[in-house]
T-cell receptor
């Protein structure tokens, strides 16, 4: 079955530390992959997307993600987090309609 | 530019009442999606439209739920009768789909529904 898995429900990192959020997908072909962020009480905002080509994609707010076909992964990274990055992060895949992972809540400590 | 506009932002109603949620997609977008978000089930796609035509409604929970898109600038999601288990945040999103590929989804701020 086609699915996307975010194994970490909650991650806490210190401000200024690096961040990696994991995402694994199960799909018959190379899917379109996305990362979205949701701040409390808000809708979801697109951080970045991968359709094809360069497997390292850059997004907004200093985020990047790397598509690894051999590991069926599309992990999100940021070299140095800011307190404003505290939010819920969703990995998603699809073609015409998106299926979202269960999300990873990111807490930033000073 | 105006984003996706949803109304109401908050709705509290009693079990058995009819609830209508509204969405105005971004002008020029040709696809519209209704999602439901709960703690237990996460984000679930309920239904999506392309060029005002329902393409996939397999996520609609049951016959109590219905959605319409009478024109390119307006959609409604109706629950009749509502039940406490319908309590959730309902998101509308729109995008431009071309050539069968997926485009970026632009989300509204959601409608938080509480059914007592």
């Amino acid at each position: 079955a086609q699915s996307v898995t975010q194994p970490d429900i909650h991650i806490t990192v210190s401000e200024g530390a690096s961040l990696e959020l994991r995402c694994n997908y199960s799909y018959g072909a190379t899917p379109y992959l996305f990362w979205y962020v949701q701040s409390p009480g808000q809708g979801l905002q697109l951080l970045l997307k991968y359709f094809s080509g360069d497997t390292l994609v850059q997004g907004i707010k200093g985020f990047e993600a790397e598509f690894k076909r051999s590991q069926s992964s599309f992990n999100l990274r940021k070299p140095s987090v800011h307190w404003s990055d505290a939010a819920e992060y969703f990995c998603a895949f699809g073609n015409e309609k998106l299926t979202f992972g269960t999300g990873t809540r990111l807490t930033i400590i000073p | 530019d105006a984003g996706v506009i949803q109304s109401p932002r908050h709705e509290v109603t009693e079990m058995g009442q009819e609830v209508t949620l509204r969405c105005k997609p971004i002008s020029g977008h040709n696809s519209l999606f209704w999602y439901r978000q709960t703690m237990m089930r996460g984000l679930e796609l309920l239904i999506y439209f392309n060029n005002n035509v329902p393409i996939d409604d397999s996520g609609m929970p049951e016959d109590r739920f219905s959605a319409k898109m009478p024109n390119a600038s307006f959609s409604t999601l109706k629950i009749q009768p509502s039940e406490p288990r319908d309590s959730a945040v309902y998101f509308c999103a729109s995008s431009w789909l071309a050539g069968g590929g997926t485009g970026e989804l632009f989300f509204g701020e959601g409608s938080r529904l509480t059914v007592l």
